[in-house]
C-alpha cells in the first residue's frame, strides 16, 4: 500500500514566521508532488506542484523535494492568520494519475 | 474560468436509497476524477476518466458504485443501494493535457446515509 505520511499537527506559529510543513512517501516511483491548501469546508486549492530534486518558489511558499530521502516539504514565509488551514500533501501513483493524499497537516498562525 | 462545480453540495439518504451525484469539470479538461474522504481519514482516489472512457477504477469500493461520463463532459457517480459507510465527501477534481497531471478540485458533496 502506497503512503504519505503527514504530521497531523496542529502546527501553531506567530504571524510573520515560517511555517515548516513536512511530508514522507513510500513510494519510490512517485515523480510528481503537489500541495494543496484546504479551508473548513471548502475543497482542496492546488498551491505548489514539484517534481525535480531541489527547491521550488512561488511567493511566500517553497517547496523542497528531497527524492533520495523520499521527504517533500513546504515552507511559508511571513506566515499570515489568513495561511491557516490544512494544508494536504499529495503524491501522483505510479501510473501518473491518481492523487495519494496524506491526511492533512492544519496549520495555525496566530496574529 | 469557471472551476470544477459539483451538485448537490449535501445530501442526505437513507440506508438503501440511491443517490447521484454530479460534477462539471473546468471548460476542456479531458481528465476527470473522483476521490473520497471518509470521515478521520485521507482522500481517496475513486477512479479516473479520459473523455468518455474509465481509464482507472481500481479504487471504486464496489459494485453498487456506478460512474458515467457520457459525451466526455460532465460526470455523474451514482451509489446504489447506499450503505452507511458510504457517508463522506466526493471529490470530483479535473485536469488538462499537462504532464505533470495537475490536478483542480471541486467544493465536494457531502453525502450523509443515515
Known amino acids: 500500500q502506497k503512503e504519505v505520511e503527514q504530521n497531523s499537527g496542529p502546527l501553531s506559529v506567530p504571524e510573520g514566521a515560517i511555517a515548516s510543513l513536512n511530508c514522507t512517501y513510500s513510494?519510490?516511483?512517485?515523480?510528481?508532488f503537489f500541495w494543496y491548501r484546504q479551508y473548513s469546508g471548502k475543497s482542496p486549492e492546488l498551491i505548489m506542484s514539484?517534481?525535480?530534486?531541489g527547491d521550488k518558489e512561488d511567493g511566500r511558499f517553497t517547496a523542497q523535494l528531497n527524492k533520495a530521502s523520499q521527504y517533500v516539504s513546504l515552507l511559508i514565509r511571513d506566515s499570515q492568520p489568513s495561511d491557516s488551514a490544512t494544508y494536504l500533501c499529495?503524491?501522483?501513483?505510479?501510473?501518473?494519475?491518481?492523487?495519494?493524499f496524506g491526511k492533512g497537516t492544519t496549520l495555525s498562525v496566530s496574529s | 474560468e469557471a472551476g470544477v462545480t459539483q451538485f448537490p453540495s449535501h445530501s442526505v439518504i437513507e440506508k438503501g436509497q440511491t443517490v447521484t451525484l454530479r460534477c462539471d469539470p473546468i471548460?476542456?479538461?479531458?481528465?476527470l476524477y473522483w476521490y473520497r474522504r471518509v470521515m478521520g481519514k485521507e482522500i481517496k482516489f475513486l477512479l479516473h476518466?479520459?473523455?468518455?472512457?474509465?481509464?482507472?477504477e481500481s479504487g471504486m469500493p464496489n459494485n453498487r458504485f456506478l460512474a458515467e461520463r457520457t459525451g466526455g463532459t460532465y460526470s455523474t457517480l451514482k451509489v446504489q443501494p447506499a450503505e452507511l459507510e458510504d457517508s463522506g465527501v466526493y471529490f470530483c477534481a479535473s485536469g488538462g493535457t499537462s504532464r505533470y497531471n495537475e490536478q483542480f478540485f471541486g467544493p465536494g458533496t457531502r453525502l450523509t446515509v443515515l
Open positions: 476518466f479520459v473523455k468518455e472512457s474509465k481509464q482507472d
Open positions: 471548460s476542456g479538461h479531458d481528465n
Open positions: 513510494d519510490r516511483v512517485s515523480q510528481s
Open positions: 499529495a503524491a501522483l501513483n505510479q501510473a501518473g494519475t491518481a492523487l495519494i
Open positions: 514539484i517534481y525535480s530534486n
